[in-house]
């Protein structure tokens, strides 16, 4: 104001937010992370589950999803103690994430299991790089102190198209079957999910309880 007490100019201020909103970035990449592998956790993967499949069913395509689990995972650790164990699961998450496309997602499921979701790719395709994926684990020797040891790994395959009407969970639940069938066949191998090994596992379920 000059002396008149009218207005001659006006004052800008700017807030410097760009400190806060790096942190609040790094807070949010952070809580999509797991914390030993670096790779995305399951609540995560869920919500880009979720994305993906309505993606699928709305624009058409397909849509596959791996689960595999490391055979014998706690013979590493009994043999030559958890930090090897943790070493295991680290150079598992790298060794996938360097055989996958940058649209592949990889994220580790809980414990030693890991999920990978294949967006625009049919069934053919995920049983070829699940094969790939399998040979590159088991080809791989893991160095922990004096020790050196392998890893292998049960693969359960499974795809949806625009015309399947899933569920994530039945999503999951179809590689999970599939998965387990794998490790029940010997471990170290990939399986495709079909209705026929579904209907099995629900008549040994069935049979247990009667």
């Known amino acids: 104001f000059d002396r008149h007490q009218r207005p ?34 399951r609540q995560y993967f869920d ?14 395509g397909n849509l596959s999803l791996v689960m595999l689990d490391l055979d014998g995972f706690k013979r590493i ?3 030559f103690g958890h930090a090897a164990g ?10 996938l994430r360097d055989n996958l496309r940058l649209s592949d997602i990889l994220a580790r499921f809980g414990g030693e299991e890991f999920l990978i979701l294949l967006p625009q790719t049919g069934l053919p395709a995920a049983i070829i790089l699940s094969e790939r994926l399998k040979l590159a ?8 102190k004096e020790n050196s040891f ?25 590689a999970d079957i599939a998965m387990y069938s794998a490790k029940e066949s010997g471990g170290n191998r990939v399986t495709i999910f079909d209705t026929s090994i579904a209907e099995e596992k629900q008549l040994a379920s069935l049979a247990k309880q009667g």
Do not use: H, P, W
């Open 137 to 144: 684990l088991e080809t791989q020797e893991i160095q922990y």
């Open 86 to 95: 943790d070493l295991a699961l680290i150079s598992t998450a790298k060794t």
């Open 47 to 60: 919500q880009l589950v979720t994305k993906e499949m309505s993606r699928c069913q709305r624009y058409g």
């Open 8 to 41: 001659i100019g006006k004052l800008i201020s700017f807030y410097e937010y760009t400190k806060e909103k790096r942190l609040i970035d790094e807070l949010e990449k952070r809580a999509a992370l797991d914390g030993l592998t670096g790779i995305y956790n």
């Open 150 to 174: 392998t890893v292998k790994a049960s693969f359960g395959v499974t795809s949806m198209n625009a015309g399947d009407k899933l569920s994530a969970e039945t999503f999951y639940r179809q």
């Open 77 to 79: 650790n009994d043999m």
